[in-house]
């Protein structure tokens, strides 16, 4: 059974960086389109970022230019790097397969950004 672990959030002021990163085991996921999705309080989890077995990349609108998705199949890890952070960028972060999120949740990790 595949486990996914989320890992690198935390507090940051306006305009920081954080690099999250996501773990998988149980499975080899080279070939598997991941993405990072994320729920605000509130509201319902959506999509941030997506990378194919391949590399290829497409963000929402809201963090295009900001996040970049990135993968390292050698260690099943899959990462958000995350510049020039908004307050509206808080939120728990997930990942997991895209565009059907077939594993089973991880934890997920919380970011929180400070005006």
């Known amino acids: 059974q595949v486990q996914l672990v989320e890992s690198g959030g935390g507090l940051v002021q306006a305009g920081g960086s954080l690099r999250l990163s996501c773990a998988a085991s149980?499975?080899?996921?080279?070939?598997?389109?991941m993405a990072w999705y994320r729920q605000a309080p509130g509201k319902q989890r959506e999509l941030a970022a997506g990378?194919?077995?391949?590399?290829?990349?497409n963000y929402a609108d809201s963090v295009k230019g900001r996040f970049t998705i990135s993968r390292d199949n050698a260690k099943n890890t899959v990462y958000l790097q995350m510049n020039s952070l908004k307050p509206e960028d808080k939120a728990v972060y997930y990942c997991?397969?895209?565009?059907?999120?077939?594993?089973?949740w991880g934890p997920g990790t919380q970011v929180t950004v400070s005006s």
């Open positions: 149980g499975t080899i996921i080279s070939s598997n389109y």
């Open positions: 997991n397969l895209h565009p059907i999120p077939l594993y089973q």
């Open positions: 990378i194919t077995g391949s590399g290829t990349t």
